[in-house]
């Protein structure tokens, strides 16, 4: 007998998240951005950048395995992430390492991210909830817009 098994597709929660796909949007941003300089002395500082633009989704995403209260957490170090990476925004166009087009770009990313964050937050604080579970608030997920 030949059956065949069909798998599921995974669903993970946190990828129904617009700021989780912003957030990816913007490692791919400064990935392209710095990815000129691979051999520049200063490769340091784009390997930093890219590590701390690579954590801002994955605060999100692991973040969203946890209860209310500790998702909230994970999404403000998200927002720390998104800070860190305004200030070596700042770094990056004084030391000439990017243009002020490219300033202005991220600025705005982040700027948007910060506010996804924070609806984000403040949404899941209304209802704080300490029984949380994940897996039981997923359809809200759909509906909402960060």
Same mark, same amino acid.
């Not at 946890?66 to 860190?84: C, D, P």
């Not at 039981?136 to 509906?143: C, G, K, Q, T």
């Given at each position: 007998?030949?059956? !065949? #098994? ?7 929660? /946190?990828? +129904?998240? &617009? ?25 340091? #500082?784009?390997? &930093? #950048?890219? @590590?701390?633009?690579? !954590?801002?989704?994955? /605060?999100?995403?692991?973040? @969203?395995? /946890? ?15 998104? &800070? ?7 770094i990056a166009v004084k030391c000439n390492y990017i243009s002020e +087009? !490219?300033?202005?770009?991220? &600025?705005? !990313? ?12 403040? @949404?899941?604080?209304?209802?704080? +909830? @300490?029984?949380? +579970? ?6 809200? #997920? ?5």
């Open positions: 007998m030949n059956t !065949q #098994f069909t798998k599921a597709p995974i669903f993970f929660r /946190f990828e +129904d998240l &617009r700021i989780y796909h912003k957030a990816i949007d913007y490692v791919v941003w400064a990935h392209d951005s710095f990815q000129e300089y691979p051999n520049n002395p200063h490769n340091s #500082f784009y390997k &930093r #950048f890219n @590590s701390i633009a690579q !954590q801002i989704p994955i /605060f999100i995403a692991e973040g @969203s395995a /946890f209860n209310k209260i500790q998702f909230v957490e994970q999404l403000k170090l998200a927002k720390s992430s998104v &800070r860190e990476c305004l200030v070596l925004t700042s +087009d !490219q300033e202005t770009e991220s &600025r705005n !990313q982040l700027m948007e991210m910060t506010k996804m964050l924070g609806a984000l937050i403040t @949404s899941l604080q209304k209802n704080n +909830d @300490s029984n949380y +579970d994940p897996q039981y608030e997923e359809e809200s #997920f759909h509906v909402k817009t960060w």
